[in-house]
């Protein structure tokens, strides 16, 4: 109430006059205004925790396809798709992450990948996303036997499941996955670069 005091005394500088009743309805109004002012910081507190959440998530998924040597939207669309085909999300990413890994740190390593019939390049000599690269394994290991394409595809980082899901094909899922977000018009790649500077 030492609050109420001073804006009583202040007021009644000002020449206001303050009875009983008055005092009491402008002490209620300033509890209103008080609650209705902590209900607004709690609000945007959890507002400003939901877009943290979300930044510190796409942060992640910058930091994760840098090291894929992919795209953001390359690395989950080529996730989704495996998911979808009987892998685990999270394992594709990794198996991605050592992709890229194999690249950048075997002198062989884009040899390796073009004997079995994979461009690691394009027409322009720049390195191709590491999701289209993976994508293009997994339709080459599949005519190989079982054995071969497991040695194969362990040697360059890739764990069994997301191989055996490779094998059965991604299909269009990843394409279906792109979709979604162009129709919602979000860049992922955007996204993620955004969120590393909110973090």
């Given amino acids: ?23 009491r309805g402008f002490e209620a109004a300033l509890d209103d205004s008080k609650r209705a002012a902590l209900a607004l910081t709690a609000t945007l507190t959890g507002v400003v925790a ?20 992919s795209t953001v939207a390359g690395m989950q669309k080529f ?22 890994n194999f690249i950048r740190s075997n002198p062989g390593g884009e040899g390796f990948i073009q ?29 190989m036997p079982y054995w071969r394409a497991k040695n194969t595809t362990a040697f360059m980082g890739i764990d069994e499941n997301t191989l055996q899901a490779m094998i059965r094909g991604v299909g269009d899922f990843g394409n279906e996955y792109s979709d979604i977000y162009k129709r919602v018009g979000v860049n992922q790649d955007q996204a993620a670069r955004s969120s590393t500077k909110f973090m």
């Fill in 1 to 23: 109430m030492a609050d109420g005091g001073i804006i009583k005394e202040f007021l009644v500088r000002l020449g206001w006059k303050i009875d009983k009743s008055s005092q």
């Fill in 50 to 69: 939901a877009v943290a959440k979300v930044a510190q998530s796409y942060e992640q998924l910058e930091y994760a396809s840098q090291r894929a040597q």
């Fill in 79 to 100: 996730a989704f798709a495996i998911s979808e085909m009987g892998g685990n999300a999270d394992a594709a990413r990794g198996s991605l992450q050592a992709m890229g």
């Fill in 115 to 143: 004997r079995l019939g994979v461009q690691t390049r394009d027409a322009n000599g720049a390195m191709r996303d590491t999701s289209d690269i993976m994508t293009d394994i997994g339709k080459q290991v599949r005519g």
